[in-house]
DNA sequence: ATCGGACATCTTGTATACAAGAAAGCGCTT
DNA sequence: AAGCGCTTTCTTGTATACAAGATGTCCGAT
């Protein structure tokens, strides 16, 4: 990847550099371009993008403040490595606050919330369960219109945040035998649950959907090992 | 407060003098010291603590990442205000994470939680209703023992981090009339539910003891109105 | 008195230079 | 060959200077 390219990831709009600079770097490492475990050189970002060491650096501590990188005082900052506790730790607490979405949610949908979780849930039935990739991104949401429909705003914007950080490993699940039509098995009684106004049952479903457990548990350390690689 | 108090506030070890800084805008943003609608001006703060505009601006980057301050580009960051339904968002989000860690405690609880549960509580017990700032040091340790024994790492951060940002709120919580001893007796009716396992009634618990509602709604939203003025 | 435009001032965003600490490399001794 | 100490190089942390945008002030026209 060259000088160039990196110049035209953050094209568009008069916004900051450094606040550009940390968009192109926060979507290379959730999408898995920046690997787990790279150094992230200052010197070498500055030339990718066209600018300074100091929008950098700014992006650097935007991302290390919201626990995307760590930086190491005066030795450089890298993209961590989770380990797999770690990563199950962050699952579990998807699944905590997902089922507060839906459990909020089931409680005060508006006609609105009713007809965009319908939705979203069509489209997910509707993807071929053949492309992985078209059914991440409606499920994903699917996921997001149960967080809107909470009419929290700060939960949303966690539930958001998480999930975006998850983001590889919630791929790694769909390559999984089997999952998307489990997968959209869970959502349809979710949804059920959800229109239902079940508040109880709605975050227990949401819960589970989400939580790493029983034989999906190994299966998963599996894929995260093979994906170490 | 003068230059030379800014520079008392962040002594202490080989710091990078950005983190130093961050830290102790941190504080004074989660104490009051510095207001809500306040400015934060680059020149007078680097002035303040001794140094140049360059740690502060770092400084400004991370508390903006962790929502603490907001930066408008080109014209500065002010710590915002928020309105009072932002503020009702994330008690509601408190309860949930708080109803989440209780859960998971109740089924996890190795004897030194018990222990640090039940010592948290106790000290809870032994301080001077009429004091409520000794209440509210220990009401704190007894929900991050909590946190902590819920074995869920990322879960106890995120919910502490919360913590910290709602603490001027829950401060002015604790100066309702009765709310100490009402919220020792709901301590108390959570640590029965821990300590019995009952992971249900424990989150149950947690989300009412945290969460405004009833009739201590209409009394915080007064209280929130007369610390605004 | 009010409004609009021009200019000045202030503050932020970025580039560049210098200082400081960490890591790597090299040579010598055991 | 391994270990240690010294020197060099690399990278990060910070200071300073310059550029750019926002805000405030002043003056003239109506």
Do not use: W
């Not at 626990?67 to 607490?93: C, K, N, S, Y």
């Not at 499920?139 to 950080?165: C, G, K, M, V």
């Amino acid at each position: 990847m060259d000088a160039k390219q990196g110049q035209t990831e953050m094209a568009g709009g008069a916004r900051r550099r450094s606040e550009a600079i940390r968009e192109a770097l926060e979507d290379g490492i959730i999408t898995g371009a920046i690997s787990p475990g790279a150094h992230l050189d200052e010197t070498e970002l500055a030339e990718r993008y066209g600018a300074s060491r100091t929008p950098v650096r700014e992006a650097l501590q935007q991302l290390a403040a919201a626990g995307l990188i760590e930086i190491r005082p005066r030795r450089g900052a890298i993209v961590p490595q989770p380990d797999p506790h770690a990563i199950l730790d962050m699952f579990e607490t998807m699944a905590e606050l997902e089922a507060s979405c839906a459990r909020l949610a089931a409680r005060r949908l508006t006609a609105e919330d009713r007809a965009a979780i319908t939705e979203a849930h069509a489209r997910c039935s509707t993807a071929d369960a053949l492309d992985p990739d078209t059914y991440y991104h409606r499920n994903e949401d699917f996921h997001l219109a149960i967080y809107r429909a909470s009419h929290n705003r700060f939960l949303e914007e966690q539930a958001t945040a998480l999930l975006r950080r998850l983001r590889p490993y919630r791929r790694l699940q769909l390559r999984l035998p089997n999952r998307i039509a489990s997968s959209l098995t869970e959502h349809d009684a979710l949804k059920d649950a959800l229109l239902a106004n079940d508040a109880e049952r709605a975050a227990t479903l949401a819960r589970d959907h989400v939580q790493v457990q029983g034989s999906g548990f190994g299966d998963f350390m599996a894929l995260l090992r093979a994906a170490a690689r």
